[in-house]
């Protein structure tokens, strides 16, 4: 029986249990005694709404940048990309609606969130798939990728990005939000669905070294914290509003491909 098939069955299980927060949990250290990730719609961090309305600000608010970037910076020209872990879809809705010049191609690891994707968020001008990581993507076939906070969830990072890059056309853009360890510590508050937290000039650094080069930076703020760093609620959300060149407790990255 595969690790999967595995904790396919307990969340089956878990499925009839009459509390919300024993099953989370039950799925989370299943997840991790297997070695596996869970790519359950109710793992714990996924948007699970049905409709925009309920997308919580800060999600939609990034994905806003990427569309008023594109917007600008392609001005109506036919262009082909990629949402990659693209959750339920919300984002690849919102890109769609407002960019009829976009063909899209959404990925996901999910396929219940895949499935909710395609039922409530389908439009005309996106193909939803799931495929978990590695997958591959024909070389110099896209004009842009966006990857929002998901580069963390991603175990070898560099291969992700080197596949990016071959994917892209020259000139290529690449769109990517990521939690700010300074900021937002992963340690300090147990943010067990992530493999790290990048500090965000390190960050940078790290991707220019793969031959991208940086645009643009945006900051928002999400959590309210303790004097200890640790998150204690959301912040309102008026106060959620990303920013230019602000260091924010998640940022919001444009590269360009440069080689």
């Known amino acids: 029986m595969s690790k999967q098939t595995i904790f396919k069955f307990v969340a089956g299980i878990c499925n009839y249990l009459p509390t919300r927060k024993i099953p989370r949990l039950t799925k989370m250290y299943t997840a991790r005694i297997l070695g596996i990730k869970d790519f359950s719609l109710n793992s714990g961090e996924r948007q699970t709404s049905e409709s925009l309305d309920g ?56 396929d219940e969130a895949i499935k909710l994707a395609q039922k409530h968020y389908q439009t005309g001008r996106v193909t939803f798939e799931q495929k ?12 842009f990728f966006i990857s929002m906070e998901s580069i963390e969830h991603i175990e070898d990072d560099k291969l992700f990005l080197d596949k990016i890059h071959k994917a892209l056309k020259p000139n ?4 990517l939000s990521t939690p700010n360890e300074e900021k937002w510590s992963r340690d300090v508050n147990n943010a067990h669905f992530h493999y790290r937290h990048y500090f965000t000039n390190k960050f940078i650094e790290y991707v220019s070294s793969l031959n991208f080069k ?3 930076l945006y900051g928002q703020d999400i959590y309210k914290l303790n004097s200890r760093g640790k998150i204690t609620t959301c912040l309102e959300d008026k106060d959620m509003g990303v920013r230019e060149d602000y260091d924010g407790q998640n940022c919001v990255f444009i590269f360009q491909k440069i080689k």
């Open 132 to 143: 978990i990581f590695p997958f591959d993507i024909p070389t110099a076939n896209a004009d």
């Open 214 to 216: 940086l645009l643009h």
């Open 172 to 175: 290529g853009i690449l769109i």
């Open 55 to 110: 997308i919580r600000v800060d999600h939609t608010a990034r994905y806003q940048v990427a569309i008023d970037f594109l917007q600008k910076h392609y001005n109506g020209t036919p262009i082909k990309g990629y949402d990659v872990f693209c959750g339920i879809g919300y984002g690849a809705f919102m890109l769609s609606q407002a960019m009829p010049n976009v063909a899209l191609e959404a990925i996901d690891g999910s």
